[in-house]
């Protein structure tokens, strides 16, 4: 074997480790990073099921003032 290519295949090797090696560091930190933008928006962000709790309490209190206005309107009328 030529001394160029005993010393040009090691270096071949580890630069195609240290490509991989990059890739995969940048991959892997994506995912933390995506791991905390899921984690902030459970903290931030209510559940679909909240979410219709709350309309179903809002639409009670709006038929609530709805009754109490047609009992004035009738009162007064």
């Given amino acids: 074997m030529p001394q160029w290519l005993s010393v040009f295949i090691p270096t071949i090797c580890a630069v195609i480790i240290g490509i991989i090696g990059f890739f995969l560091k940048r991959s892997f930190d994506r995912i933390d990073r995506l791991e905390d933008i899921v984690g902030k928006i459970k ?3 209510i559940t679909k099921d909240d979410f219709f709790r709350e309309q179903s309490k809002i639409e009670r209190s709006i038929k609530d003032v709805m ?5 004035i309107k009738g009162k007064v009328g």
Avoid: A, V
């Avoid at 009754?67 to 009992?71: D, K």
């Fill in 43 to 45: 903290e931030d962000y």
């Fill in 67 to 71: 009754s109490l206005l047609i009992e």
